[in-house]
């Protein structure tokens, strides 16, 4: 495992995180090492709400396979959706080495820095993000990206330059070119890279495919 300025230049330097939504935990791995072989190293398995906090283990156990799966790959794994303390702890003792979340949480954030984990918790608004930045975030998710649009982000970047921004939602390997140029950081990207279709059916060639594609546009 990375420490945290490790992780913060694998972030950076990778701009790509694949968000894992509703996947079964016995398929995260194989997916995940079909994506690193498509040049993606950066995976998200989000907390799903609709469980109660007893039985958040399908994310947890989707980040312990794929990090027993990973084996000598470069392969690092974070936590999505994550709106309480309970969350933070349940990701960082899964093997999490970041968190994103869809608001911000100042204690999540603190807790968070505390344990030494890389944060992206999720703005709408100028506001947002400064107050998200000033609690201690390391990267600000801007959601949904898709819908506010690369001028948006352009016009965000001029007053928060200081603030690395990620964009999340709607975004694929047609539109990140523009929102690159806006001045976004990096992106997390969900069912249009991680396919649950693809995966269900154990389509990794396909998979992996689709991953070299999205590494193609971000150079």
Same mark, same amino acid.
């Given at each position: ?9 694998k ?9 894992f939504?509703g ?7 194989e ?16 907390f799903r ?10 994310t947890?156990?989707? +980040?312990k ?6 084996g000598?790959?470069?392969? @690092? ?5 994550v ?12 093997g999490?080495?970041?968190i994103?979340?869809?608001?911000t949480?100042?204690?999540? +954030?603190?807790?968070?820095?505390a ?5 992206m918790?999720? &703005? ?10 000033e609690?201690? &975030?390391?990267?600000?998710? +801007? ?5 506010l649009?690369s001028?948006?982000?352009k ?5 928060l330059? @200081?603030?690395?921004?990620?964009g999340?939602?709607? +975004?694929?390997?047609?539109n990140?070119?523009?929102?690159l140029? &806006?001045?976004? &950081? ?13 995966i269900?059916?154990?389509k990794?060639d396909e ?9 193609s546009?971000?150079?």
């Open positions: 495992m990375l420490n945290k300025d490790e992780m913060l230049k972030i950076r330097e990778r701009k790509l995180v694949a968000i939504r996947i079964d935990p016995e398929r995260c791995s997916a995940a090492n079909a994506l690193y072989d498509g040049g993606i190293s950066l995976c998200e398995v989000t709400m609709e469980e109660s906090p007893e039985n958040f283990s399908s947890t156990e989707g +980040i396979r794929i990090k027993e799966g990973a000598n790959r470069d392969i @690092h794994v974070g936590a999505g959706t709106l309480t303390l309970e969350q933070v702890a349940l990701a960082y003792d899964a999490a080495e970041f994103i979340t869809p608001g949480n100042v204690e999540v +954030i603190r807790m968070a820095n344990l030494k984990m890389v944060t918790p999720g &703005a709408f608004s100028p506001s947002e993000a400064e107050s998200a930045y609690a201690g &975030a390391d990267f600000v998710k +801007i959601f949904p990206a898709s819908v649009g001028g948006y982000f016009a965000l970047s001029g007053p330059a @200081h603030i690395p921004l990620i999340v939602g709607g +975004i694929d390997e047609n990140m070119g523009e929102f140029k &806006a001045g976004a &950081a990096g992106f997390g990207i969900g069912g249009n890279l991680v396919s649950k279709k693809l269900d059916a154990g990794y998979l992996r495919e689709l991953a070299e594609k999205y590494v546009a971000i150079k």
